[in-house]
Structures are given as C-alpha cells and as structure tokens.
C-alpha cells in the first residue's frame, strides 16, 4: 500500500509543492511548527533514513539545503532545524522548521488545524525566495 506521501507526490491527495525533481520533493506540512515548515522527501518510498542509497541520500540533503536557504530568506528565523524521525508516515522525510529558540523542534507545538489561506502564503512566500535563489525546480 502506497505511503501517504506517496499519495501526495502522485496526486491523490493535495500538497503544497515547493520543489519537485527527478528525484526528491518537498512541500508544506499539513501540521507547521511554525510558518515555512517543510518536508523534503525522496520519491521513491524507503521507511528508514539510514536505508537511502547514498546517492539519494546526498540528493535529499542537497535539496535540504537548498530549501533551507530559501526557509530562511523568506521567514527570517535564527535558524532552520532538521529532524528526521519518521514514526508516523514509514517514507523518509526531512522536516524543515523555521527556529526562533529552543524549544522550537517540539513537535507538541504543532498547529493541529491550521487556516489553508496560511499555508498557501508559507508556500508562495517559499517558492519566490526559490526563484530568487534561481532554482528551476520551484513547484507551482
């Protein structure tokens, strides 16, 4: 049975892309720490981080990067966080959290029910500080 996120990146379920290659994605959480959380994820399902292909592994990270880059134009943060946990959804993913203290990476705080109006301004605010970094491979 396909993972969640593998119904998202094929469509069946909506998504708030701000990067698709070949390769990985990475869209908007359905549940933000804080504004800008993302997710980056390799197409193909692995459940365990530590199960990647080296080459796919450095593919994610390298869009981590890049991702957090533009996290941290557009949103301004003291830092971007990474976490990668994978208890809920068995398909690896890179959570992006836009940090502004310490307890910023609990994710206690998560907003269980946030307005689709924010979301879709945490994604457009993201994928024009993509294109202003010059990546083509903005989602949208």
Request: proline residues 6%; neutral net charge; glycine residues 6%.
């Amino acid at each position: 049975m396909a993972s969640l996120f593998t119904r998202i990146i094929q469509g069946e379920i909506p998504g708030r892309f701000v990067w698709k290659d070949d390769a990985v994605v990475a869209f908007l959480t359905a549940r933000p720490i804080h504004p800008g959380h993302t997710l980056v994820v390799p197409r193909r399902e692995v459940d365990y981080w530590i199960d990647l292909e080296p080459e796919l592994a450095a593919r994610v990270l390298d869009v981590a990067q890049v991702v957090s880059r533009a996290i941290q134009s557009a949103f301004e943060p003291k830092k971007v966080g990474l976490a990668i946990i994978g208890l809920e959804v068995r398909h690896v993913h890179l959570h992006l959290v836009p940090l502004h203290g310490l307890g910023d990476l609990d994710f206690a705080k998560e907003d269980k029910d946030p307005k689709p109006a924010d979301l879709d301004a945490a994604a457009a605010k993201l994928r024009a500080a993509l294109r202003a970094l010059g990546r083509a491979e903005v989602a949208g």
